[in-house]
């Protein structure tokens, strides 16, 4: 295929309740829809870098639209290397390339001449709900609505407060509403080593599907993970595919999560590539994407064969969004077609 012609358009969200990181609040966010048009059709793709997490500011992001343009109007492209090729210049800002490359590849997968082959055109996608507060009643009553709601996990902050509170709260969790849906907590690197292997020693019985990131050194991870019956995933430490088979070749590691807007799309897949092989999982993370970023987020949950549940609910925390009535969320989960996907919206 031939590329002919790019496009981009702004856009920005507000919040409707605010989110917290463990560095600040998060109340809105900016980006751009990426439209590209090639010899044999149309695809959308979406840049929006996220303050605080992303390499690249969406003003960074904007300065490089005249290069891309430069870089990739009348060249073709028929294979997944041609794109990792033509886009290298590009690898410090992966939140574009995230974008750039979600565009190319849907239009590659359109093409006649595509020889990458996806593990799955179909499935069906769990998704976890996800908390911020820090306040015991609160993270209970949102809990109470997305189980309600059907959600298969639920993912909560925890280093927050003290140990001692958080375990208080997961037993409190559990006593009210039982063991029915997957239980994830988030740490953030809050934690010290003994902290975290305090917090460890109780945390069997209340049977909790993974720990994100409980403290800051990798080693000290790997050791946790070896000591303890609660799975450990690596988030913030997989900042390229060598670092997610690191982890993913460690014989205590059983998984890890991954956020592809920081990573970028060709670099997610070569990571879920690499996990089906060894046989580990990959957690799928979104990081509020709007409607065209979020359904490159189901497109490579899907393509994940030791995982079907993913963190694909930040939309929640969205004011206003464009309503998604291809990939719809129905008790809790996502029927991914890779037809409907590949199916353009009327945004530009």
Known sequence: MIIEEINFKRFELQ?????????????????FYIFVISSEGSAYGE???LLGLSRESPQDA?????????????????NIEQINTLLSKFKNFPSVL???????????????????????????????GLISS??????????????????????????????????GLIKNIRDQFGYGFNLRLDAN?????????????????YRIEFIEDPVSGRSELLKLSGESNTKIFPDIFIK????????????????????????????????????NQIGKSVVISSVFENIIG?????????????????????????????????????????????QNYLNNLDIL
């Open 15 to 31: 919040f409707a309740k605010p989110f917290r990181t463990a560095a600040q609040l998060i109340n809105s966010k900016e980006g």
């Open 134 to 167: 820090e306040n015991p009643a609160e993270c209970i009553t949102e809990i109470e609505r997305m189980t309600a709601a059907g959600f298969k996990a639920v993912k909560i902050k925890v280093g927050i407060n003290s140990v001692q509170s958080d375990v």
């Open 62 to 78: 904007e300065k490089l639209f005249a290069k891309i343009k430069e870089v990739l109007i009348q060249k073709r492209i028929d």
């Open 189 to 205: 690197l809050a934690w010290t080593e003994s902290q975290a292997s305090e917090f460890l020693k109780d945390s069997d019985k």
């Open 240 to 275: 390229s595919p060598e670092d997610a088979v690191y982890f993913l070749k460690q014989c205590s590691i059983e998984g890890i999560v991954i956020k592809p807007v920081l990573l970028g799309f060709v670099n997610s897949l070569r990571i879920i590539d690499a996990a």
């Open 294 to 338: 979020r359904r490159g987020l189901i497109f490579l949950s899907a393509q994940v064969q030791n995982n079907n549940i993913h963190g694909l609910g930040t939309h929640e925390f969205l004011a206003k969004d464009f309503e998604d009535n291809i990939f719809p969320i129905s008790n809790g989960v996502i029927e991914f077609n890779l």
């Open 47 to 49: 840049i929006s870098p």
């Open 98 to 128: 995230f974008g750039v490359e979600q565009a190319l590849f849907s239009l590659l997968l359109k093409s006649e001449r595509n020889t990458y082959s996806i593990n799955n055109s179909t499935g069906v996608i769990g998704i976890s």
